[in-house]
């Protein structure tokens, strides 16, 4: 019998993190843990407290794992504090991690390339938000910092999910079930790949499991526009939204993603589409 791969997934009690922490603790072969500053009902017996922005709080935690999972560093209110995770926090946990030898593999988006005709691996970032631009100096921060073997980067198009506690798809739940108007910041035509919060974990779990190292695109199911998922929420679910578009122009619209390298080093192919999540939603005139 070989011995267990010991994982910890940094951030573990997030979105995406709660889907991938049940993915993997129920996989053979893994001995996992979850540290994050939260924790839920499940994960309370594989988790501990972990506050990246304190190296002391690393300090306490035996340095035995085989593979780190970082998830921190989303967007989050102040800004400030996004700052933080993204650069004094992921110094702690590179350190942390060639501390334990492991091989860190760091969530990464594709909204680093910002506004592009076609990208790729090899396209170099221009990041234009905030949020877009911490993602990417953490990248450029791993690659600078760790030795090729012992890091994989997987840059993730946007997460559908009605678990979903912020994001389009969330705002579009509460509106169904509110009645409150949409209110958008651009004129619609904001454009997104998207990859459903259960095959995202799958990906990442074959990433882990299969030893990938490097930079990868995740796959996405389908591309659409703010105005087309409205268009299609409202047709399945027969609704009418009050929508407000600002006229401003989107950021981050990318017409073209290859992610043909991990489809075909994985052979993993998505296929819950947005179409699927919104008839999910049930309850109100159902």
Not at 37 to 43: Q, R, S, V
Not at 85 to 107: D, H, M, R, W
Request: hydrophobic share 40%; glycine share 4%.
């Amino acid at each position: 019998m070989t011995d267990q791969k010991k994982i910890l997934i940094i951030g573990g009690a997030g979105f995406i993190g709660n889907e991938l922490s049940r993915l993997l603790l129920a996989k053979p072969g893994f001995n996992v843990k979850v540290a994050d500053i939260n924790t839920n009902e499940f994960l309370k017996d594989h988790s501990f407290y972990l506050d990246i922005l304190d190296r002391k709080s690393f300090d306490k935690i035996l340095a035995d794992y085989d593979i780190i999972i970082n998830l921190t560093g989303q967007i989050t209110n102040p800004i400030s504090k996004c700052f933080s995770l993204n650069t004094e926090g992921i110094k702690n946990i590179i350190s942390f991690a060639k501390k334990c030898e492991a091989v860190l593999y760091q969530i990464s988006t594709v909204s680093v390339y910002g506004t592009a005709d076609k990208v790729d691996e090899n396209t170099i970032p221009a990041p234009e938000s905030p949020y877009a631009a911490f993602k990417a100096f953490v990248d450029f921060q791993i690659k600078n910092e760790m030795e090729k073997e012992k890091f994989c980067i997987l840059r993730i198009p946007n997460l559908i999910g009605w678990e979903q506690k912020k994001g389009l798809f969330a705002y579009l739940r509460n509106s169904y079930f509110t009645d409150k108007k949409l209110s958008f910041n651009n004129n619609g035509t904001l454009t997104r790949y998207f990859l459903e919060i259960g095959e995202c974990a799958e990906a990442i779990s074959i990433a882990v499991e299969n030893n990938f190292t490097g930079l990868y695109i995740l796959p996405s199911v389908e591309k659409r526009s703010i105005l087309e998922i409205i268009n299609l929420f409202e047709k399945i679910k027969k609704t009418k939204f009050e929508v407000e578009f600002d006229t401003k122009e989107p950021i981050e619209n990318i017409s073209s993603i290859d992610s043909d390298l991990f489809t075909f080093k994985s052979n993993f192919k998505p296929h819950k589409t947005i179409t699927d999540i919104i008839s999910e939603v049930t309850g109100k005139n159902e």
